[in-house]
C-alpha cells in the first residue's frame, strides 16, 4: 500500500476506539508508525526514519519477541493490580477493629497498638513486593483483548469486591473478638485471638488473590517459590511472639489454648475463602478461555 493508505488505515480503527500497532521497516511506513498508539520498527532491516517514528525497536526482526512483550506488560499490570487490591482489603480490617471498639466504647476498646500494627506491616510489606511481584503469567490474560484507553486502573466492581473482602474480614475479627469475651477471655488473651484470626486471614488472603479467575488449587500449581518462604517466616514470628515470655509481654499477649487457636485459624480461613465461591461463579458464568499465546 501506498504511505496515505496505510495512514488512512490506522486514522479509521483508532476513530473506532481501536488500540493499534504498526510494524514496519521502510521510509513509506514513517508516517503509519507514527500515528499508531505503539509503532513497532525493524532493528536490523529497519530504515532510521522507521525507527525514530516508532515506540519499540526489535533489535533482531523477530515479531514473535512482541507476543513475549505484551505478555510481559500484561503479566506486570496483573501483578500490580493484585498488590494493590490486596492492600486494600487487609487494611480495612486493621483500621475498622482498632476503629470500632473505641468508637461504640467496647469492654477492651484497645484491640491493637501500634506494636501490633508495625507487625503487621513488616509481613504485610513482603507479600506485595515480593510475592506478587514474581507471580507469573496467568494462562487466560493472553486470550483477553486490549484494554481501552479509557478504562480506568480499577473498575468499580473490582474495587468493591477488595472492600467486601476487607469487610467480612473485619466481620470475622469483630466475631472473635466477642466470642473471647462471651468466654470471659482477658483483655491480653482477646488481643492474642484476635491477632492470630488476622494473621491467618492474611495468609488466606494472599493464596486467595493470587487469581480473581482460577481457583487457589489451580493457583498452587504457579511457580512462585517465595510464597511458602514468606507464609513459615509469618507464621515462625507469630509462634515467638507467643512463645518468648519477653515477647509475649511486650505485645501484650496471653497463651492460647489449642481450641482458641483452631477457632481463630478457623474464623480467619473462613472470613476469606468465601472468595473462592464468588470465582467459582465467574468461571461458570464465562465462557472457557482458550489456549494462550504462551
Known sequence: MFPEAKLRIIEALKRKNQIVAMTGDGINDG????????????????????????????????????????????????????????????HIPII?????????????PTVFTPVHVIFLELVMGPTCSIIYENEPIEKNLMTEGPRPFSSTFFRLKELGLSIMQGLVITAGLIAVYWEAIGNGKSAEATTGMVFVTLVTANITLTLVNRSSYYSIISTFKYANKLIPFIIVVTVGMVVLSF?????????????????????????????????????????NSSKKPTNALL
Not at 475498622?96 to 477492651?108: A, N, R, S
Not at 496471653?254 to 461463579?281: H, M, P, Q, R
Open 243 to 283: 512463645a518468648v515470655p519477653w515477647l509475649r509481654t511486650f505485645f501484650g499477649f496471653e497463651i492460647l489454648s489449642g481450641g482458641d487457636i483452631l477457632f481463630c485459624i478457623l474464623a480467619g480461613i473462613l472470613s476469606v475463602i468465601w472468595f473462592e465461591g464468588y470465582k467459582s461463579l465467574k468461571r
Open 31 to 90: 508516517p503509519a508508525l507514527k500515528a499508531a498508539h505503539i509503532g513497532i520498527a525493524m532493528g536490523k532491516k529497519g530504515s532510521e526514519v522507521a525507527k525514530q517514528a516508532s515506540s519499540l525497536i526489535l533489535p533482531d526482526d523477530d515479531l514473535g519477541k512482541m507476543v513475549i512483550a505484551i505478555a510481559m506488560g500484561r503479566k506486570i499490570y496483573n501483578n500490580l493490580k493484585k498488590a494493590i487490591q490486596y492492600v486494600i482489603s487487609i
Open 96 to 108: 475498622l477493629i482498632v476503629f470500632i471498639p473505641h468508637v461504640l466504647g467496647w469492654i477492651y
